[in-house]
C-alpha cells in the first residue's frame, strides 16, 4: 500500500470532508509552488533592475543630448573665433604696413596683406577624421591661442613703433606758424625792397601787427634777437636736423636754450628788417638747406611717416 496523506475539512455547519493525497503528488505541489515563488520573486527582482537600467539609460541620454549641443555650440563659437582671427590677422598686417616701417615700406601690392591670414588658413587643424571631436575642437582653440599670442606681441611692437611715431611727429614741422594764406611763396623772386632777383628761401604769411605766432614743432631755442635783414627772429632746432624761423617780428617770447612745445607763442607778428608789411617770414631748413615751407602745413602723422621719415 502506498503511503499517502490524509486531509479533513470541517465547515461551520458541521458538515467534514476528507481526500486522501499521496505523497508522491504533495511533492509535485510543494515543488511547484516553491518553484512559482522563486519565479515571482526572480521577476520582481528583474523588473527593478530593469527600470534602473531603463532610469539610468535615460539619464545617460540626456547627458548626451546635452553635450552635443554644448559641442555644437562650442563648434560654432570655434569657427566664429577662427573667422575673428583671420580678420585680425589681415588688419595687424594693414597696420603693419600703415605705419611704415622700412621693411614694409617695400611692399607696394596692397593684396600681400592677405598672404598671413592665406598661411593662417592653410595651417588650420583640419584632422576631419578625428573620432572625438573634442580632441579637434581642443586643437583649433590651441592654434587660436598661438596665433593671437602672436598677433598680441605684433599690435604691441606696433603700439609701440606708433607712441615713437607721435613723439617724432611732435618735433616735426606740421602747423601753421599763424593761420592766414601765403603772400609771397618759395622760390625765386624779385626782392620787394632790392629789386634784384633773390631766391624766396621761406614763404611771407601776412597778418596785424601783435598777432601771435606759434611754434610749428616741439624744440629748442636755438636763436632769440635781432638778426639784420631778418629783423627781431626766432631760430628753432628740431629733430631730424629740422630748423624753423620766424622772422620780422615785433617782439620776441622766449630765451635762447628754452625748451617749446608745437603750438606754444614765441613771438608777436612786426615790420622789423627789411620788410615791406607787417608779415612772418618762415623758413624749414634741413641740415642748412631750405625747404618748401608748404610742405610741412596741415602736415598729418601717416604723410611725414610715408615721405619724411
Known sequence: MKPSLSFIITRPNGRTFRFKLSVFLAKIIFGGSLFLVAVLITSMVANVKLMTHYHQTKHVAHEQEVQADVIRILTQEVESLRQLMEDLIKKEEAIRQDLGQPKYRRLSNRRKINRKATRF??????????VFIIHKISSELDYLKRNLLVVE???RRHVDVFDQYLAWFDETPSIWPIYGYVRSG?????????????????????????APVQAT?????EFSGWGGGYGWIVVLSHKFGYKTIYA???EIEVKSGRKVFKGQIIGKIGNSGLSTGPHVHYE????????EPSIYLDLDL????????
Open 186 to 210: 618759395y622760390g625765386w623772386r624779385t626782392h620787394p625792397l632790392k629789386r634784384s632777383k633773390q631766391f624766396h628761401k621761406g614763404i611771407d604769411i601776412p597778418a596785424w601787427i601783435g
Open 248 to 250: 620780422h617780428l615785433s
Open 153 to 155: 606681441r605684433n599690435m
Open 302 to 309: 601717416f604723410t611725414a611717416v610715408s615721405k619724411l621719415w
Open 217 to 221: 614743432a616741439d624744440g629748442f631755442v
Open 284 to 291: 624749414v631748413r634741413q641740415r642748412r638747406k631750405a625747404l
Open 121 to 130: 588658413v592653410n595651417n588650420y587643424p583640419k584632422d576631419k577624421q578625428d
